[in-house]
């Protein structure tokens, strides 16, 4: 069993800038395929970011050049810089963990952009 636990979300004006961290336990995070999902109220789940146990890195269409993805394997931690927001970033940002067949997800963190 993973445990996944996301921080970091909060109130924004739209143009600034927000980082959420996301820990997973365990003593093999540095193969785990790591990602970020986003659910605005009323929409579905959406995919935002992944990124790779060797550090390969994927976005959507829609943050590319504005949001970034990394990790730090010597602290189990993956985060998400999130720059220029805008009000439609506004969603719970969730983050999964893909450990062989199985992908274990946070509770969420809601992030808010708005005047």
């Known amino acids: 069993q993973v445990q996944v636990v996301e921080s970091g979300g909060g109130l924004v004006q739209p143009g600034g800038s927000l980082r959420l961290s996301c820990v997973a336990s365990?003593?093999?995070?540095?193969?785990?395929?790591m990602g970020w999902y986003r659910q605005a109220p009323g929409k579905q789940r959406d995919w935002v970011a992944a990124?790779?146990?060797?550090?390969?890195?994927n976005y959507a269409d829609s943050v590319k050049g504005r949001f970034t993805i990394s990790r730090d394997n010597g602290k189990n931690t993956v985060y998400l810089q999130m720059n220029s927001l805008k009000p439609e970033d506004t969603a719970v940002y969730s983050c999964?963990?893909?450990?062989?067949?199985?992908?274990?997800w946070g509770q969420g963190t809601q992030v808010t952009v708005s005047s």
């Open positions: 365990g003593s093999s995070f540095s193969i785990y395929a």
């Open positions: 999964s963990a893909g450990v062989g067949h199985l992908t274990y």
């Open positions: 990124i790779t146990g060797g550090g390969s890195t």
